[in-house]
């Protein structure tokens, strides 16, 4: 017997309902991309491994899929390291391409390659999927698309500021309210590693914190001791990230901690522009918190970062992130190129929008006008009235073979089809056809003469 098939762990199949619905939540991100002047660009779903490994950090790069090379690679594999078993030996003989891990460092890699024919400041959307070895569970998954729009070479906060009106454009867009973006900035964390003097575990430090959410306090507390990082020095920074969000302006608590840390001071600086100018301008569906304990372990943040929370009555994690990288591309011998970026999470925005019941109720109408069909003769005359219809931009279908007209109906209904048009041989004697309207049970006849007045009332 046939094994039954299945699909990898972390992947999905989409319904055409599905489909429909992420095409949705797509055309909103992709239409306020445009409107806020963003040009699309596209990568391949593979990079070279060298172009992703060591850019997210040892966390990441666990997570990164690698592709095996083609052919017998084992037999290119040194006897020595074989019976090793030494992973990081290896890997480098058997693979020499990865799926991506994210859209910002192909970007950069794409940046570099293309520099002389970009004019800077450049700024780019991209909209594909990507790919993390991580454990699948609701709204995670391994195969999942990123909607990323980035701006390089302008490192003034004024884009930090036009990032998260674009987030607020989308969330109106979408119907979405009471979202909460939150703010903090790598240097003020910087400056609180340098204050509590672990200033030298500043990545372990920002990885650990970035899990509060996932591990809780005791957690983060337990693997920044595992990192070396002093008891005196954990305990002197926890009160700081105990009170996030829960004082609406903590710049006077952060300025008298970090007093004697420049750094901090400058992130403290920049932080406060960026929220007051958003205050001044206001925003339609999002509200902005700081938040101290946000981290984005992500090694390549150097300034603000941000992190979107979906409505507090759904049970979802960030909907959205982002921040300034001020020399990603720097990895790539392009130095001083500053630059920020934003990423929509569409699997989670879709889960959000389906548990609010904001999707719009005729979404799934891929058709509009359906014409029954009463056997061929009947079916080729109704081609030029469908043709008529579609050339005004109606959806309309013809039922593809002859069948029963309950069996027909039944089509219709289930694909929330809201007209169903008759065209028999009493019509087609008449030069005419007869329209029901499935939601309220009417029905009218209409000469094809008159099919213009059935189009005015689509």
């Known amino acids: 017997m046939a094994q039954k098939p299945s699909i990898p762990k972390g992947t999905r199949d989409f319904t055409p309902v599905e489909v429909a619905k992420r095409n949705y939540i797509f055309d909103i991100i992709k239409r306020q991309f445009q409107i806020f002047g963003f040009q699309p660009i596209e990568t391949?779903?593979?990079?070279?491994?060298?172009?992703?490994?060591?850019?997210?950090?040892?966390?990441?790069?666990?997570?990164?899929?690698?592709?095996?090379?083609?052919?017998?690679?084992?037999?290119?594999?040194?006897?020595?390291?074989?019976?090793?078993?030494?992973?990081?030996?290896?890997?480098?003989?058997?693979?020499?391409?990865?799926?991506?891990?994210?859209?910002?460092?192909?970007?950069?890699?794409?940046?570099?390659?293309?520099?002389?024919?970009?004019?800077?400041?450049?700024?780019?959307?991209?909209?594909?999927?990507?790919?993390?070895?991580?454990?699948?569970?609701?709204?995670?998954?391994?195969?999942?698309?990123?909607?990323?729009?980035?701006?390089?070479?302008?490192?003034?906060?004024?884009?930090?500021?036009?990032?998260?009106?674009?987030?607020?454009?989308?969330?109106?867009?979408?119907?979405?309210?009471?979202?909460?973006?939150?703010?903090?900035?790598?240097?003020?964390?910087?400056?609180?590693?340098?204050?509590?003097?672990?200033?030298?575990?500043?990545?372990?430090?920002?990885?650990?914190?970035?899990?509060?959410?996932?591990?809780?306090?005791?957690?983060?507390?337990?693997?920044?001791?595992?990192?070396?990082?002093?008891?005196?020095?954990?305990?002197?920074?926890?009160?700081?990230?105990?009170?996030?969000?829960?004082?609406?302006?903590?710049?006077?608590?952060?300025?008298?901690?970090?007093?004697?840390?420049?750094?901090?001071?400058?992130?403290?600086?920049?932080?406060?522009?960026?929220?007051?100018?958003?205050?001044?301008?206001g925003l339609s569906s999002a509200e902005v918190m700081i938040d101290v304990s946000l981290a984005r372990g992500l090694n390549y943040y150097t300034g603000a970062i941000m992190e979107v929370a979906a409505p507090a009555e759904v049970s979802m994690g960030s909907i959205g992130g982002g921040g300034r990288y001020d020399d990603l591309t720097g990895i790539f011998g392009m130095k001083d190129l500053s630059g920020v970026g934003i990423s929509f999470g569409l699997d989670r925005i879709y889960l959000v929008l389906e548990e609010l019941e904001l999707f719009p109720e005729t979404i799934d109408q891929s058709v509009q006008v359906l014409f029954v069909n009463f056997g061929e003769k009947e079916a080729i005359a109704t081609l030029p009235l469908i043709r008529t219809l579609r050339a005004q931009g109606i959806k309309t279908d013809l039922y593809p073979a002859y069948a029963k007209l309950q069996k027909q109906f039944k089509y219709a209904n289930n694909r929330n089809i809201p007209y169903v048009v008759l065209l028999g041989k009493d019509e087609l004697e008449q030069k005419s056809v007869v329209v029901k309207n499935m939601a309220e049970g009417s029905q009218r006849s209409y000469s094809w003469k008159e099919l213009e007045q059935f189009i005015e009332v689509l």
């Open 44 to 281: 391949p779903s593979f990079e070279n491994s060298d172009t992703l490994l060591g850019k997210y950090g040892d966390e990441g790069d666990r997570l990164i899929f690698k592709i095996l090379n083609s052919g017998d690679y084992l037999n290119k594999v040194d006897d020595s390291v074989y019976k090793a078993k030494d992973l990081a030996r290896l890997t480098p003989q058997i693979t020499e391409k990865a799926l991506r891990y994210d859209l910002t460092v192909p970007f950069a890699r794409y940046v570099v390659m293309h520099q002389n024919e970009i004019d800077f400041p450049f700024k780019r959307y991209q909209i594909q999927p990507v790919w993390r070895a991580d454990r699948p569970q609701k709204g995670r998954f391994r195969e999942f698309y990123q909607c990323d729009a980035d701006v390089v070479g302008a490192n003034s906060p004024i884009q930090e500021i036009e990032l998260i009106q674009l987030y607020d454009a989308v969330f109106t867009d979408l119907g979405l309210k009471n979202v909460v973006i939150k703010l903090n900035h790598r240097k003020i964390l910087s400056g609180i590693a340098e204050v509590i003097g672990a200033q030298e575990k500043l990545i372990p430090f920002t990885v650990a914190l970035d899990k509060l959410d996932k591990i809780g306090k005791e957690g983060v507390i337990k693997e920044l001791l595992a990192n070396g990082i002093s008891k005196e020095a954990v305990d002197m920074a926890m009160p700081l990230f105990a009170m996030s969000g829960q004082i609406k302006n903590p710049f006077e608590v952060l300025s008298n901690f970090l007093k004697n840390s420049a750094r901090g001071q400058q992130g403290i600086e920049e932080l406060k522009f960026i929220i007051e100018n958003i205050e001044k301008l």
